[in-house]
């Protein structure tokens, strides 16, 4: 059966992993975090200091190229235009208000450069402009991430649509 892969993206913080997990153990699909695949495969090419943040190899990303040619795989990544455009079927930028955002982050204890950072990166849309600008404007939906119900509504929707395109595609 041909199964659908997913790419869930937005800032750390706003909901991509609860949400994928989630998603996971209510379809058939399968998540996996980048960071864990990374650590698997040791897609990492340093750490970078200044953000705090490990830094991905992009060109071994490609290695991820054979778990999504078997579909059917949730993908939650804080970016995405190195990934290839023809892995997804459809792309979700999760959005959460910037208050929100703070307090979450805050109690990840991230440095105030790092929150600081983050919060901007949600404040100017840099994840949605990325995923629009590396995906074909119509797999790109934008969701709001800021309480349980929407967390429920957004699984609704996106259960709804992995039933219409595993009817649509077999
Ligand atoms: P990400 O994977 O994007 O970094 P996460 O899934 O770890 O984010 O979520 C960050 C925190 O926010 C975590 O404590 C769970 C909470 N959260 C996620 N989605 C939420 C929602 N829709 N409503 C309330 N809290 C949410």
Redesign the pocket.
Known sequence: MRLPNILLT?T???????LGKELASRTILKYDNVGDLAREGQLYDGFDEEYECAILDEDRVVELENKMKGGGVII?YHGCDFFSERWFHIVFV?QTDNSVLYT?LEKRGYSVKKLQDNVQCEIFQILYEEAMASYKPEVVHWLP????E??ESNLDQIIKWIEEWIKDNN
């Open positions: 937005g750390p913080g706003v909901g991509k992993t609860t939650d999760l979450r991430s800021n309480v349980p929407e967390l």
